[in-house]
């Protein structure tokens, strides 16, 4: 396994502008996560796909916000009109179907000005 | 819906010292725990999962957990830290068919001469 990757690592955005984040997770997990950390925070759960099927949606996830899985390997995450409130680390993870094990990637950390 | 408190926002100790990380769950499901370790500007690395079986759990860095269905707890230990102990240290919960994990607002381990 070659372990899960975010790109790009770093963003740094002025308000107002769309970012995209994107993710590939390990080959044959079939589930992919989406999460966003604040300093001082844990992580919290924003998204799930199972496949290509997004299957539930945090409150969390403004109408600003968007996730796709279109082909069932990898994803995006986009935030359309960027808030500085946006500024947070967004973390990916995978896992087979029925684990319960997620595998974490190094995360892409987004700035808005 | 779960929840998880993680009592101790920074724990300091001296490097050998023994360490307690305390982590309590709440669920009205049957769940498995995890504990999950953040080095600086990096993504989670797993450290030690309980999912069935034997209620103490080990890592293979000397730390362990033991989950207490009674007192619904998942507290995580080391006999003797080092300073490369040195993180942050997350308590989550999953249950439920989803997987997706709820996370605690972390642990700081700060491991001093």
């Known amino acids: 396994d070659t372990g899960v990757s975010q790109n790009p690592r770093h963003k740094i955005t002025k308000r107002g502008q769309n970012v995209t984040f994107r993710c590939d997770p390990i080959?044959?997990?079939?589930?992919l996560y989406w999460y966003r950390q604040t300093l001082g925070q844990g992580p919290e759960f924003l998204t799930y796909?199972?496949?290509?099927?997004?299957?539930?949606k945090s409150r969390l996830l403004s109408d600003r916000f968007s996730a796709e899985r279109p082909k069932g390997s990898f994803s995006t995450l986009e935030i359309q009109r960027t808030e500085q409130g946006d500024s947070a680390m967004y973390l990916c993870?995978?896992?087979?179907?029925?684990?319960?094990?997620?595998?974490f990637g190094e995360g892409s950390r987004l700035t808005v000005l | 819906a779960q929840s998880v408190t993680q009592l101790d926002s920074q724990v300091p100790v001296f490097e050998e010292a023994p360490v307690e990380l305390r982590c309590n769950y709440s669920?009205?499901?049957?769940?498995?725990l995890f504990w999950y370790v953040q080095y600086p500007n990096q993504g989670l690395q797993l450290l030690l999962k309980?999912?069935?079986?034997?209620?103490l759990v080990e890592s293979i860095n000397g730390f362990e957990a033991e989950f207490n269905k009674s007192q619904t707890s998942f507290h995580l230990r080391k006999p003797s830290v080092h300073i490369s102990d040195t993180a942050e240290y997350f308590c989550?919960?999953?249950?439920?068919?989803?997987?997706?994990?709820?996370f605690g607002k972390g642990t700081l381990l700060t491991v001093n001469p």
């Open positions: 989550a919960v999953s249950g439920g068919s989803n997987y997706k994990l709820t």
């Open positions: 796909f199972q496949n290509e099927a997004q299957l539930e």
């Open positions: 080959s044959e997990h079939n589930r």
């Open positions: 993870a995978s896992s087979r179907m029925n684990t319960g094990e997620l595998f």
């Open positions: 669920s009205s499901v049957s769940v498995y």
């Open positions: 309980y999912l069935s079986g034997s209620t």
